[in-house]
């Protein structure tokens, strides 16, 4: 009952936060999305990025842009926010121009953060730049700047769980990054989950606190946990027709569970909480994540036999459907366009990637 309850709320907060695309294609046929990740990755990709924003901003179909983190590469020192003095490997203005690069898409931009920002600051592959919390805060307070607005040229309004928490969990209302809206008949719902096995690795020195560690991944598995219930809930609610799940991490990554890899345990009981709660919603439901790089799309939890299917111990999942995002150090440099036809209960996804860099050799 308590969670029928949320759910309620939550439905009533997406409402009034005027989330509009709800109501405004409602009994519309498709949406398209523009989803990109891992970009702009250094330099180069940063000085060409309006190649890509060019070239999502003239596709007048794309209502949404989702990034699904990662806003740097994990060699490139973090901003070193907030730490006096600053560090001297630090880049302390690049999140600044990333920012601005967000703000020049025509359509609203949903950003989840990815490792590369704050979790892995403290790596000394990132020149031990930054302190995880202390990072991930400055993000919060340059891209979250207004909880349950996103950003973009035409923003839009968006649930955010430092808005619309379950009161009982008031720890819960730091996670800003963590959204939620509906468009048609589809709820979107993001969710902080980073690579580097969730954030499981002990973080390197000068910046070891295994408590303070810790403490940050209770809290959020917990928030998100609790903001993923709240998703499907209100789906069914709501009615939705459809379900679509943005984080950062790829959870089913090969080379994570290789020897010397990070592993991907961590991330286990969230790949069985969205197995549990796609059967019990029964309707598509579609995870997007970045951080590998490689475009794929797949079922992977259609078998639980398969190379996929086996990490993680999930029952058999039909309704899911993931696409890891094309990375923009790879080639072909391209963006995902994705349409959803809610309708169409048995192939309600279609996607295509655009290519926005027509010359192979440059990295764009």
Partial sequence: MKRILFASAIVAAIGAAGCTPAAAHEGADAITLAIIGDWPYNDLLLANSD?????????????????????????????????????????????????????????????????????????????????????????????????????????????????????????????????????????????????????????????????????????????NARWLDAAFAAAKARPAKAVVIALQADMFDPAAIVPGGDGLDQYTPLVRQIAARSLEFGGPVLLLNGDSHLYEADHPLADPASSTGVIHGAPPVPNLTRITVQGSTNAPAEWLRLTIDANDQRSPFSFVNVPYCRDPAASC
């Fill in 51 to 223: 190649l890509l924003i060019d070239s999502v901003n003239a596709d007048a179909k794309v209502k949404t842009v989702i990034h699904v983190g990662d806003i740097h590469s994990g060699s490139q020192p973090c901003t070193s926010a907030a730490i006096l003095p600053p560090i001297a490997t630090a880049n302390p203005g690049w999140n600044q121009q990333v920012f601005q690069r967000f703000q020049k898409f025509s359509a609203p931009v949903v950003y989840t953060p990815g490792d590369n920002e704050w979790t892995d600051c403290q790596k000394t592959k990132e020149k031990s730049a930054g302190a995880p919390m202390k990072e991930l805060a400055a993000v919060r307070g340059l891209f979250f700047s207004r909880p349950g607005v996103t950003l973009g040229v035409n923003e839009m309004e968006v649930a955010s769980q430092a808005n619309a928490h379950d009161p009982a969990f008031p720890d819960d209302a730091q996670f800003v990054e963590n959204v939620m809206w509906i468009d048609g008949k589809v709820l979107f719902v993001t969710l902080n989950v980073p690579g580097s096995n969730n954030d499981g690795l002990k973080w390197a020195a000068p910046f070891t606190d295994e408590a303070a560690r810790l403490l940050e991944v209770s809290q959020r598995n917990g928030a």
